[in-house]
C-alpha cells in the first residue's frame, strides 16, 4: 500500500465557472477518483489546509506527494517548503505537475529558478516517450496525444535531469522536457507537464496512467533522514558509532 | 590553431544528380568552405581513401574530426573503427552529423544502436536552444529554422547524454535530441541532427555556427592514452611508476 | 522468478591450486550456491561452452547475466559479444564482476577501454555506500569490509555512470568507483569491483547480497528491440505502422 | 581578466591563535595572494562586510565568487544567498571550499542538505585525479598529497554530479567526492573538499592550481538572466517577442 497525498492549491476551481465546470470536485478530486487503486491509499490537501495539512506528522505518513499549485505559489508557507524539502531528503517521493515547476518546494529542491516560456494557444501536444523502458513510461505507446495544452517552451531552466522520460511537440512550433526525473537525497522527483488547469487533462487515460506509474516509481526504497555526524575511525569500535 | 579533419563518405553526390546540385564539391568541400576561419586548418578524407585517409598518423594529427556517412557506413573499415575509437579515448573530439547516428564510430563510442525514427516529408525543423550557456549555443539565438528537413524521431538510443543542448521540433509533430553531448576517456563526443543530403542545410549560417563552435568545444584539453598499468603503492618511490 | 545466467571463464579454478581451493566448484559453483533463492532460477555457463552457451536462443530466456572473466577475455568469440550486446539493448540486465571491466562485451557497452591501474598486495578494502537509498545498496551498512582484495585506481576509462553506489579505499591509499550503474537501449548494467580469484570473497555475505540486489535491480522492465523504422506522420493512419 | 570575488567569514582567523598563526592575513589573504595572476582581478570580502559587500551591483561585477564558511553559516543574511543564487543562475562562476558544503548558498543551488560525516584526526589524504582531461585537473598529477586534512566521508549529500573531477582517501579509511561539477541555470558551480583551517592547505602548490583552474573553468560563457516570458509563436513575427 502506497500512502499518496495529492496537494492542490484549489484556487482556480473555485473563482473561475470554465475551470469548474471541468473539475468541480477540484483538480485533487478528480486525481483522487481517477488515480483510485488497490494499492494506493489516497488523501488530500489544499492551500487554505496549510500548514497543518502537510505538517511533519502528515509528511511522515506520505510515501509520495504530488503536487498541482499555479497562483497560490507565495502563499504556500516557509514553514511548509522546509519540511517538505526535508520529507524528500529523508526518502519521501514527490511528482510535480504542469505550473508546480513554479513552486517553491520545486524551486528549492531543483536549486534553480525553474523558469521556461509559456503560450496560452490550445495547441495540440504529442508527448512523445524517450526512454521506453523507463518504469513511468510502462504501458504508454510512442507518444500521448493531447488535443489542446498551455504551450510550454524551453529553455526550462532546471538541472540536467536524471533522465527524460518525455518530450512534448507542440503543434505551435515548440518543443519542451515535459517528463524528466532527479533525485535529492534519499527521495525521488518527478516533474510532468501535462495538465493546464482550463482542458480536461487529467480525465486523459494516458495521463493518469504516468501519473499512477510515477507514485510506484517516486515510492521510497528507504526513508531514513541523513545527518552530519563526528564519526569515529570506520575500523576503530561501532562503525556506524558517532563522537 | 585547430586540426580539423572532415569524413563524408562522398558517395550521394557522385551517384545523384539531385544531391550533386546542391553540393557539387561534395558535402566535405562546402563544410570546409563554410567553416574556414583563421584559427582552424582543415582537411577533408572520403570513403574511397580509407583505411589510409585515417591511418594512425592522421589521426595523431586531428585534434577534432568531424563525421558525415550514410549509404557506405558498412564499407568504412573496421580498423578504421578501431583507430578512430583508440582516438577519441586518447582526446581527439569528434562530431558526428546527421545520419553519422549509424555510423560504426559512432556505435562503438556510444555502445548502442544508434537507432531512432525517420520520415522524408521535408518537414519544416525547429531546432531549439535548450542550454543557453554552453559554448556549442553561442550565438544562436531561441531556436533555428531550417524550412526543410529529413525528420528524426525519438526513441534516439544513445545513452543518456550530458548535456542536452537542442531539441528540435518536426512540423509533422516529432521531436528530437538534436544535439547531445558525451565524454569517452578524455575525449569530446557532439552529434548534431541536421544536414539531410537531399536539402542545402549545409548553408545555413547557424548550422555552420553550431559546427564551428561544436568544433572549437571539443578541441582536446589534453592528448594522451589512458592504459592499464600495473603500479606500486602510491606512497611507495616514483608515485606515477609502474611496476 | 528472475532467469540468472552466471557466465564465469572458469579457468584459474583449473589452471592454479590455489585457486582451485578457495573455488573448488569455480566461481560460478560459488555465486550459484550463494545467491540460490526461490525467486532466482539460475544456471551458470563457461568459456568452453561459447559460443552456444550462450546463443541467442540462451539469451532470450535470460533476464540478468552476470559476468566474471580475466584471463580469457580474448578468447570469448566475437559472435558472442554482440549477442549479448543486442540482448542487453533489447532489456537484458547485466552485472559485471571485477575483472570484468576489461571484458570485451563491457567495452563494447561502454564505448570505452576499461582500463585501470592495479597492484596485488592483498590490501585492505573499505567499499563505501555513497547512495544508501539505492536498490543495491539496501541492507549495506556504510561499508564492507573486505580483508584482503586486489587494488584497483583511477582513473577508470568509462562514461560518467548514471549513479556511483560505491567507492572503494584501499589500505595503500587508492580509491576506486567500486559500484556503478549504466543504461544503455532498455539494458541495466552495474560494474561490481570486489572478486579476485586469490581471495574467498564471493563467501562474503555483504558482497552477495550487493549482486542479489544487483539482479533483483537489472530484471528487465520491459525486453524489445529497438528498431529504426521508417515511419508515417504520427497523426496520420496508425501512429506505430512503419512505412 | 576574471574578476574573481573570494568569500571568507574570517571567523577562524580572529579568535584562534593555532589558526591566526597559520593565516595571519586570513584564508581570503592567502587565497588572493597565492592565486594572484596577471589574468585575474581579485578582491575579498568577509561576514562583517555582509550584505552590502556582495550587494547585486557587486555581483554583478564578479565572474567567479570562492567561498570558505564554516562556524558563520547562519549569519550569512538570506537576501545574500538569494543574490548569490540568482547570480549562478545568470553566469557567475562559483567555488565553493571545505566547509563550503553546509553553506546557505550551497545548498540553496543544490537543493539538498550538504550533510556528510566527518572526523579531525589529521588524516593524510590523497586528492585522486578521476577526470584527468578535466580543465580543472590540469597540471595534476595523479593524486594530490595532503599531509593532514580534516576526514569528510560519504554519504555527502549532494545530487549526482555532471563530472566527479576528484575522490580523496583518507589514510584512516574513509574515502570523499572531493571534486565535484554541476550547473545551474547558466552558472558553473565546483566543490572542492582541501581547507581545512587547522592546516596550512591554502599554501600548497597543487590545491591552488585547482581552485586557479576551476576559476578559469566557471568563468561565465554568457551571462544573462533567463526569465520566464510569455512568448508569441515561434514563427508569428519575432522569434524573441514576449506578448
Given at each position: ?88 531528503l529523508d ?94 537525497g534519499n ?37 531514513t533522514e541523513i545527518t552530519c555526524p563526528h564519526v569515529k575511525k570506520p575500523l576503530e569500535g561501532n562503525a556506524d558509532e558517532t563522537v
Open positions: 500500500m502506497i500512502r499518496v497525498m495529492i496537494y492542490n492549491e484549489y484556487l482556480h476551481e473555485q473563482t473561475e465557472e470554465k475551470i469548474r465546470a471541468i473539475y468541480p470536485d477540484g483538480i485533487h478530486g478528480q486525481l483522487k477518483k481517477a488515480l483510485a487503486a488497490d494499492d494506493l491509499q489516497i488523501r488530500t490537501v489544499t492551500l487554505q489546509d496549510l500548514p497543518q495539512g502537510l505538517s511533519k506528522e502528515v509528511l511522515d505518513e506520505t510515501d509520495v506527494l504530488l503536487w498541482w499549485g499555479h497562483m497560490g505559489h507565495q502563499k504556500v508557507p516557509d514553514e511548509t517548503v522546509d519540511l517538505v524539502k526535508q520529507a524528500v526518502g519521501m517521493g514527490m511528482v510535480f505537475l504542469h505550473s508546480g515547476h513554479h513552486s517553491k518546494p520545486f524551486r528549492a529542491l531543483m536549486g534553480t529558478s525553474g523558469n521556461l516560456t509559456w503560450r496560452e494557444d490550445g495547441d495540440r501536444a504529442l508527448v512523445w516517450t524517450i526512454t521506453p523502458s523507463h518504469p513511468i513510461a510502462q504501458g504508454i505507446g510512442r507518444f500521448i496525444l493531447i488535443d489542446h495544452e498551455e504551450t510550454y517552451g524551453e529553455p526550462f531552466v532546471v538541472p540536467e535531469p536524471e533522465e527524460t522520460v518525455f518530450i512534448t511537440n507542440y503543434s505551435g512550433g515548440e518543443v519542451f522536457r515535459s517528463g524528466m526525473t532527479w533525485k535529492r527521495g525521488k522527483i518527478f516533474y510532468f507537464q501535462p495538465g493546464h488547469e482550463s482542458f480536461p487533462i487529467y480525465y486523459h487515460p494516458d495521463v493518469i496512467k504516468v501519473i499512477r506509474n510515477a507514485i510506484h516509481w517516486a515510492n521510497p526504497v528507504c526513508r
